[in-house]
């Protein structure tokens, strides 16, 4: 029973495979891939498992031919339809060949056809012979004069020889726009229609999965009656030239009876990748593009994130206050040129200080890097720096604003291209200040500390008077700086620190024992300052490297008790000074470092006495530093007075002015 079924099937096959070839070989056919299909083959071609048909492969001067293996036979008026899907993939842009021509012909005998420009189906001496009897429809790929080729990327109809009866450069049109289209590399179809009644062909070209176009790229008419004879063979020739070419064939379809049918897109095989040689490399070039971008992206992200960290600052919610006196650290970063060493100008009471240009308004600035571990007493502080930026005076460096980080604090002040004071009078021996530069100094660091005193609508200590704060501008005018120090006293609430700042050798005698600063402190610390100027020497011996042990301040009262106290004038200035104002600056000197602060004038006093506005009393009876035996003791007290310093400088605080580089503000 199941053997007469398995024989029933196998009839039935057999029916149904002859019943096929016979209809095939009547009037139409149709490859959707040529995966088993029984084609006459020669030269290169071959078919693919997966039922490609490749007419040649990369092997130069080469030719392939494809024919159904019998042949047809034509109708009386020739008419014929035919579609098929081909690809050009050539290995080297700009070159290969030569093309894939659909071929009909009386004969599949080649051998005497030559491949190259003549794609394997002509000769030199048969070419355009009548006895050919070949028709053939050619995508040409080289442009060849010979044969009046119009360009490198064509269609051509060609009847018995190869100078076409007329051709087009491959084009489709899409919605009546005509497209140019590369023959090389890009998958296409074709169409082939033939009304023999009319003798009108019609090819028509469109990429492999756009619909048939409505306008055709040739509408040509040809008198096929003497080419075509009544049996005629179908298929197509291919061949390669000097530069390798692969030439492929997906499908095909053919019709003696009315159009054609469709090939089946779902159906046919793919091709291999084919290097589009005029879309690869756009398509490369995009992809080259989308990955430079991914990876600039990439990069950018680590810049951001690496310049995130590096410009990242601390800010709290309430600075928003002060948002507004606030620099930005990128802003500073690039002023300052990174905090390179170059661009350094010293180092101060706190931390490195940095010349900088800020960028958008061109002027030059001086920031103060201040290293600070604790956030306590920091609030307290930046509205301390709030304040002191309000603070305006012609004899004080103005403070710009600030910024902070984590464990730095950065403050920026105006540039003052002349530097401190110290540099001059101790150090720079050669660009000696004149007396008249001098005694312009002394008024008006005067004026500046009657402001912080008096004029101002809080009282301001500075704390820190001495030689190296006070810094030059352009004109060697005086200008006070460094407000790291000052503390903010209300008028009425006076005094309520305990902190002991400043420098040895400028610190009053009472500091040591009340710890408390007070204006008085100030007057004291710039009668030392008055001192420093006239004389051209340090506070004492402390100070300078000198063998010779004095204390600046005992020196100059000791010279004037026995009535020699010019003597004791700046030896740079080689008596070129004037005796009263020298005298005026000396003495006032003295009564300001009183030791005793009810002793010392005000720094209202001071500017008059300066300005000749009052009369220098003489100095008191009790004035003997001596026999308070400060400057001999001091050194140890000062040191052993707790400072409670809020930002971890208190140790560069209470520095002696040894360091020969202290230049800072
Ligand atoms: C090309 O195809 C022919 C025939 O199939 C084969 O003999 C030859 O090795 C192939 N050459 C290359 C370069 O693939
Ligand atoms: C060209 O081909 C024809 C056959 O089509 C042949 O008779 C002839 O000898 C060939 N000529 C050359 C030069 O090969
Ligand atoms: C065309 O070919 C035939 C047969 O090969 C030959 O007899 C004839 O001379 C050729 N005609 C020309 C013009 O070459
Ligand atoms: C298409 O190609 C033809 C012939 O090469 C040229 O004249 C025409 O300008 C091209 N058109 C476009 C849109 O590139
Ligand atoms: C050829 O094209 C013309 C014009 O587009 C059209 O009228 C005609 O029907 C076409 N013939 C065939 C056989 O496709
Ligand atoms: C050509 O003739 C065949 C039958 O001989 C017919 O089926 C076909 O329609 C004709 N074609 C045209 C375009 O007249
Ligand atoms: C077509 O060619 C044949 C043979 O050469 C000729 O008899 C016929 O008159 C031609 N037809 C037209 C319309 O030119």
């Not at 095939?24 to 006459?40: I, M, P, S, T, V």
């Not at 003597?567 to 005796?579: F, H, I, R, V």
Request: hydrophobic letters at 40%; a neutral charge.
């Amino acid at each position: 029973m199941a053997e007469t079924c398995s024989h029933l099937h196998l009839i039935l096959g057999i029916i149904f495979l002859v019943q096929l070839i016979f209809a095939q070989d009547e009037k139409q056919f149709l490859y959707n891939g040529f995966r088993g299909a029984k084609l006459h083959l020669d030269g290169l071609a071959n078919i693919h498992p997966n039922g490609l048909l490749q007419m040649t492969n990369t092997t130069l001067l080469s030719s392939a031919h494809v024919f159904y293996p019998k042949p047809l036979k034509f109708n009386k008026n020739r008419s014929f339809s035919t579609t098929f899907a081909f690809a050009i993939d050539v290995d080297v842009p700009g070159h290969g060949g030569h093309g894939i021509a659909f071929v009909i012909s009386s004969s599949i005998n080649f051998e005497y056809a030559i491949p190259q420009e003549y794609i394997g189906l002509f000769n030199a001496s048969n070419n355009g012979n009548i006895s050919n009897h070949i028709f053939a429809v050619e995508l040409d790929i080289v442009q060849n004069p010979m044969f009046e080729d119009i360009d490198g990327n064509h269609v051509g109809i060609d009847v018995n020889g190869l100078k076409s009866i007329d051709s087009a450069s491959a084009a489709y049109y899409s919605d009546e726009e005509m497209k140019n289209v590369s023959l090389r590399g890009t998958p296409m179809k074709i169409w082939i229609d033939y009304d023999g009644e009319k003798m009108l062909m019609n090819v028509t070209l469109a990429p492999l999965k756009h619909p048939k176009p409505q306008k055709n790229l040739l509408s040509t008419h040809v008198n096929l009656s003497s080419v075509l004879l009544d049996y005629m063979y179908v298929g197509f020739s291919s061949a390669t030239g000097l530069t390798g070419t692969e030439h492929y064939i997906s499908g095909w379809s053919w019709s003696q009876i009315g159009q054609a049918q469709d090939l089946d897109l779902f159906k046919l095989p793919p091709f291999p990748n084919i290097r589009s040689h005029k879309n690869k490399p756009k398509f490369l070039f995009i992809v080259l593009i989308v990955v430079l971008l991914l990876l600039l992206g990439m990069i950018a992200g680590v810049a951001l994130a690496v310049w995130r960290k590096k410009f990242k600052e601390l800010k709290e919610p309430w600075e928003q206050e002060y948002i507004s006196h606030r620099f930005s650290y990128k802003d500073i970063y690039i002023a300052t040129k990174g905090f390179k060493d170059s661009e350094l100008l010293g180092f101060g009471g706190f931390g490195k200080v940095y010349k900088g240009v800020i960028p958008s308004k061109h002027t030059p600035v001086a920031v103060k890097k201040i290293s600070h571990d604790s956030r306590q007493g920091m609030r307290e502080f930046v509205a301390e720096i709030v304040t002191m930026r309000r603070l305006r005076h012609r004899n004080l460096v103005q403070l710009l604003g600030y910024c902070r980080r984590k464990g730095e604090l950065l403050l920026m002040y105006d540039y003052m291209p002349n530097g401190s004071l110290d540099k001059f009078l101790f150090k720079n021996k050669n660009s000696d200040l004149s007396w008249s530069q001098r005694f312009n100094i002394a008024k008006g660091v005067a004026s500046a500390l009657l402001y912080l005193h008096e004029e101002w609508e809080q009282v301001v200590l500075h704390r820190d008077v001495k030689a190296s704060n006070v810094l030059l501008d352009a004109d060697m005018n005086a200008r006070l700086g460094d407000f790291g120090l000052a503390r903010l006293y209300d008028h009425e609430s006076a005094t309520r620190s305990t902190r002991v700042v400043g420098t040895i050798g400028y610190l009053a005698p009472e500091l040591s024992i009340t710890g408390k600063p007070t204006t008085a402190t100030d007057v004291f610390a710039y009668g030392i300052f008055l001192l420093e100027v006239a004389c051209g020497r340090r506070p004492s011996s402390l100070q300078e490297f000198s063998t010779e042990d004095y204390v600046l301040v005992d020196w100059v009262y000791d010279c004037w008790k026995k009535g020699e106290i010019l003597e004791t004038s700046d030896p740079m200035l080689e008596g070129n000074y004037q005796a009263e104002e020298m005298e005026l600056v000396l003495k006032l000197g003295l009564l300001c470092s009183h030791p005793k602060p009810e002793g010392r004038p005000s720094m209202r006093q001071a500017v008059q006495f300066l300005n000749g506005d009052a009369n220098l009393p003489d100095i008191p009876s009790d004035y003997d530093h001596e026999s308070n035996s400060f400057f001999g003791g001091s050194w140890s007290i000062s040191m052993s007075v707790p400072s409670s310093m809020s930002f971890g400088v208190s140790q560069a605080t209470v520095s002696s002015d040894n360091s020969a580089v202290h230049n800072g503000r």
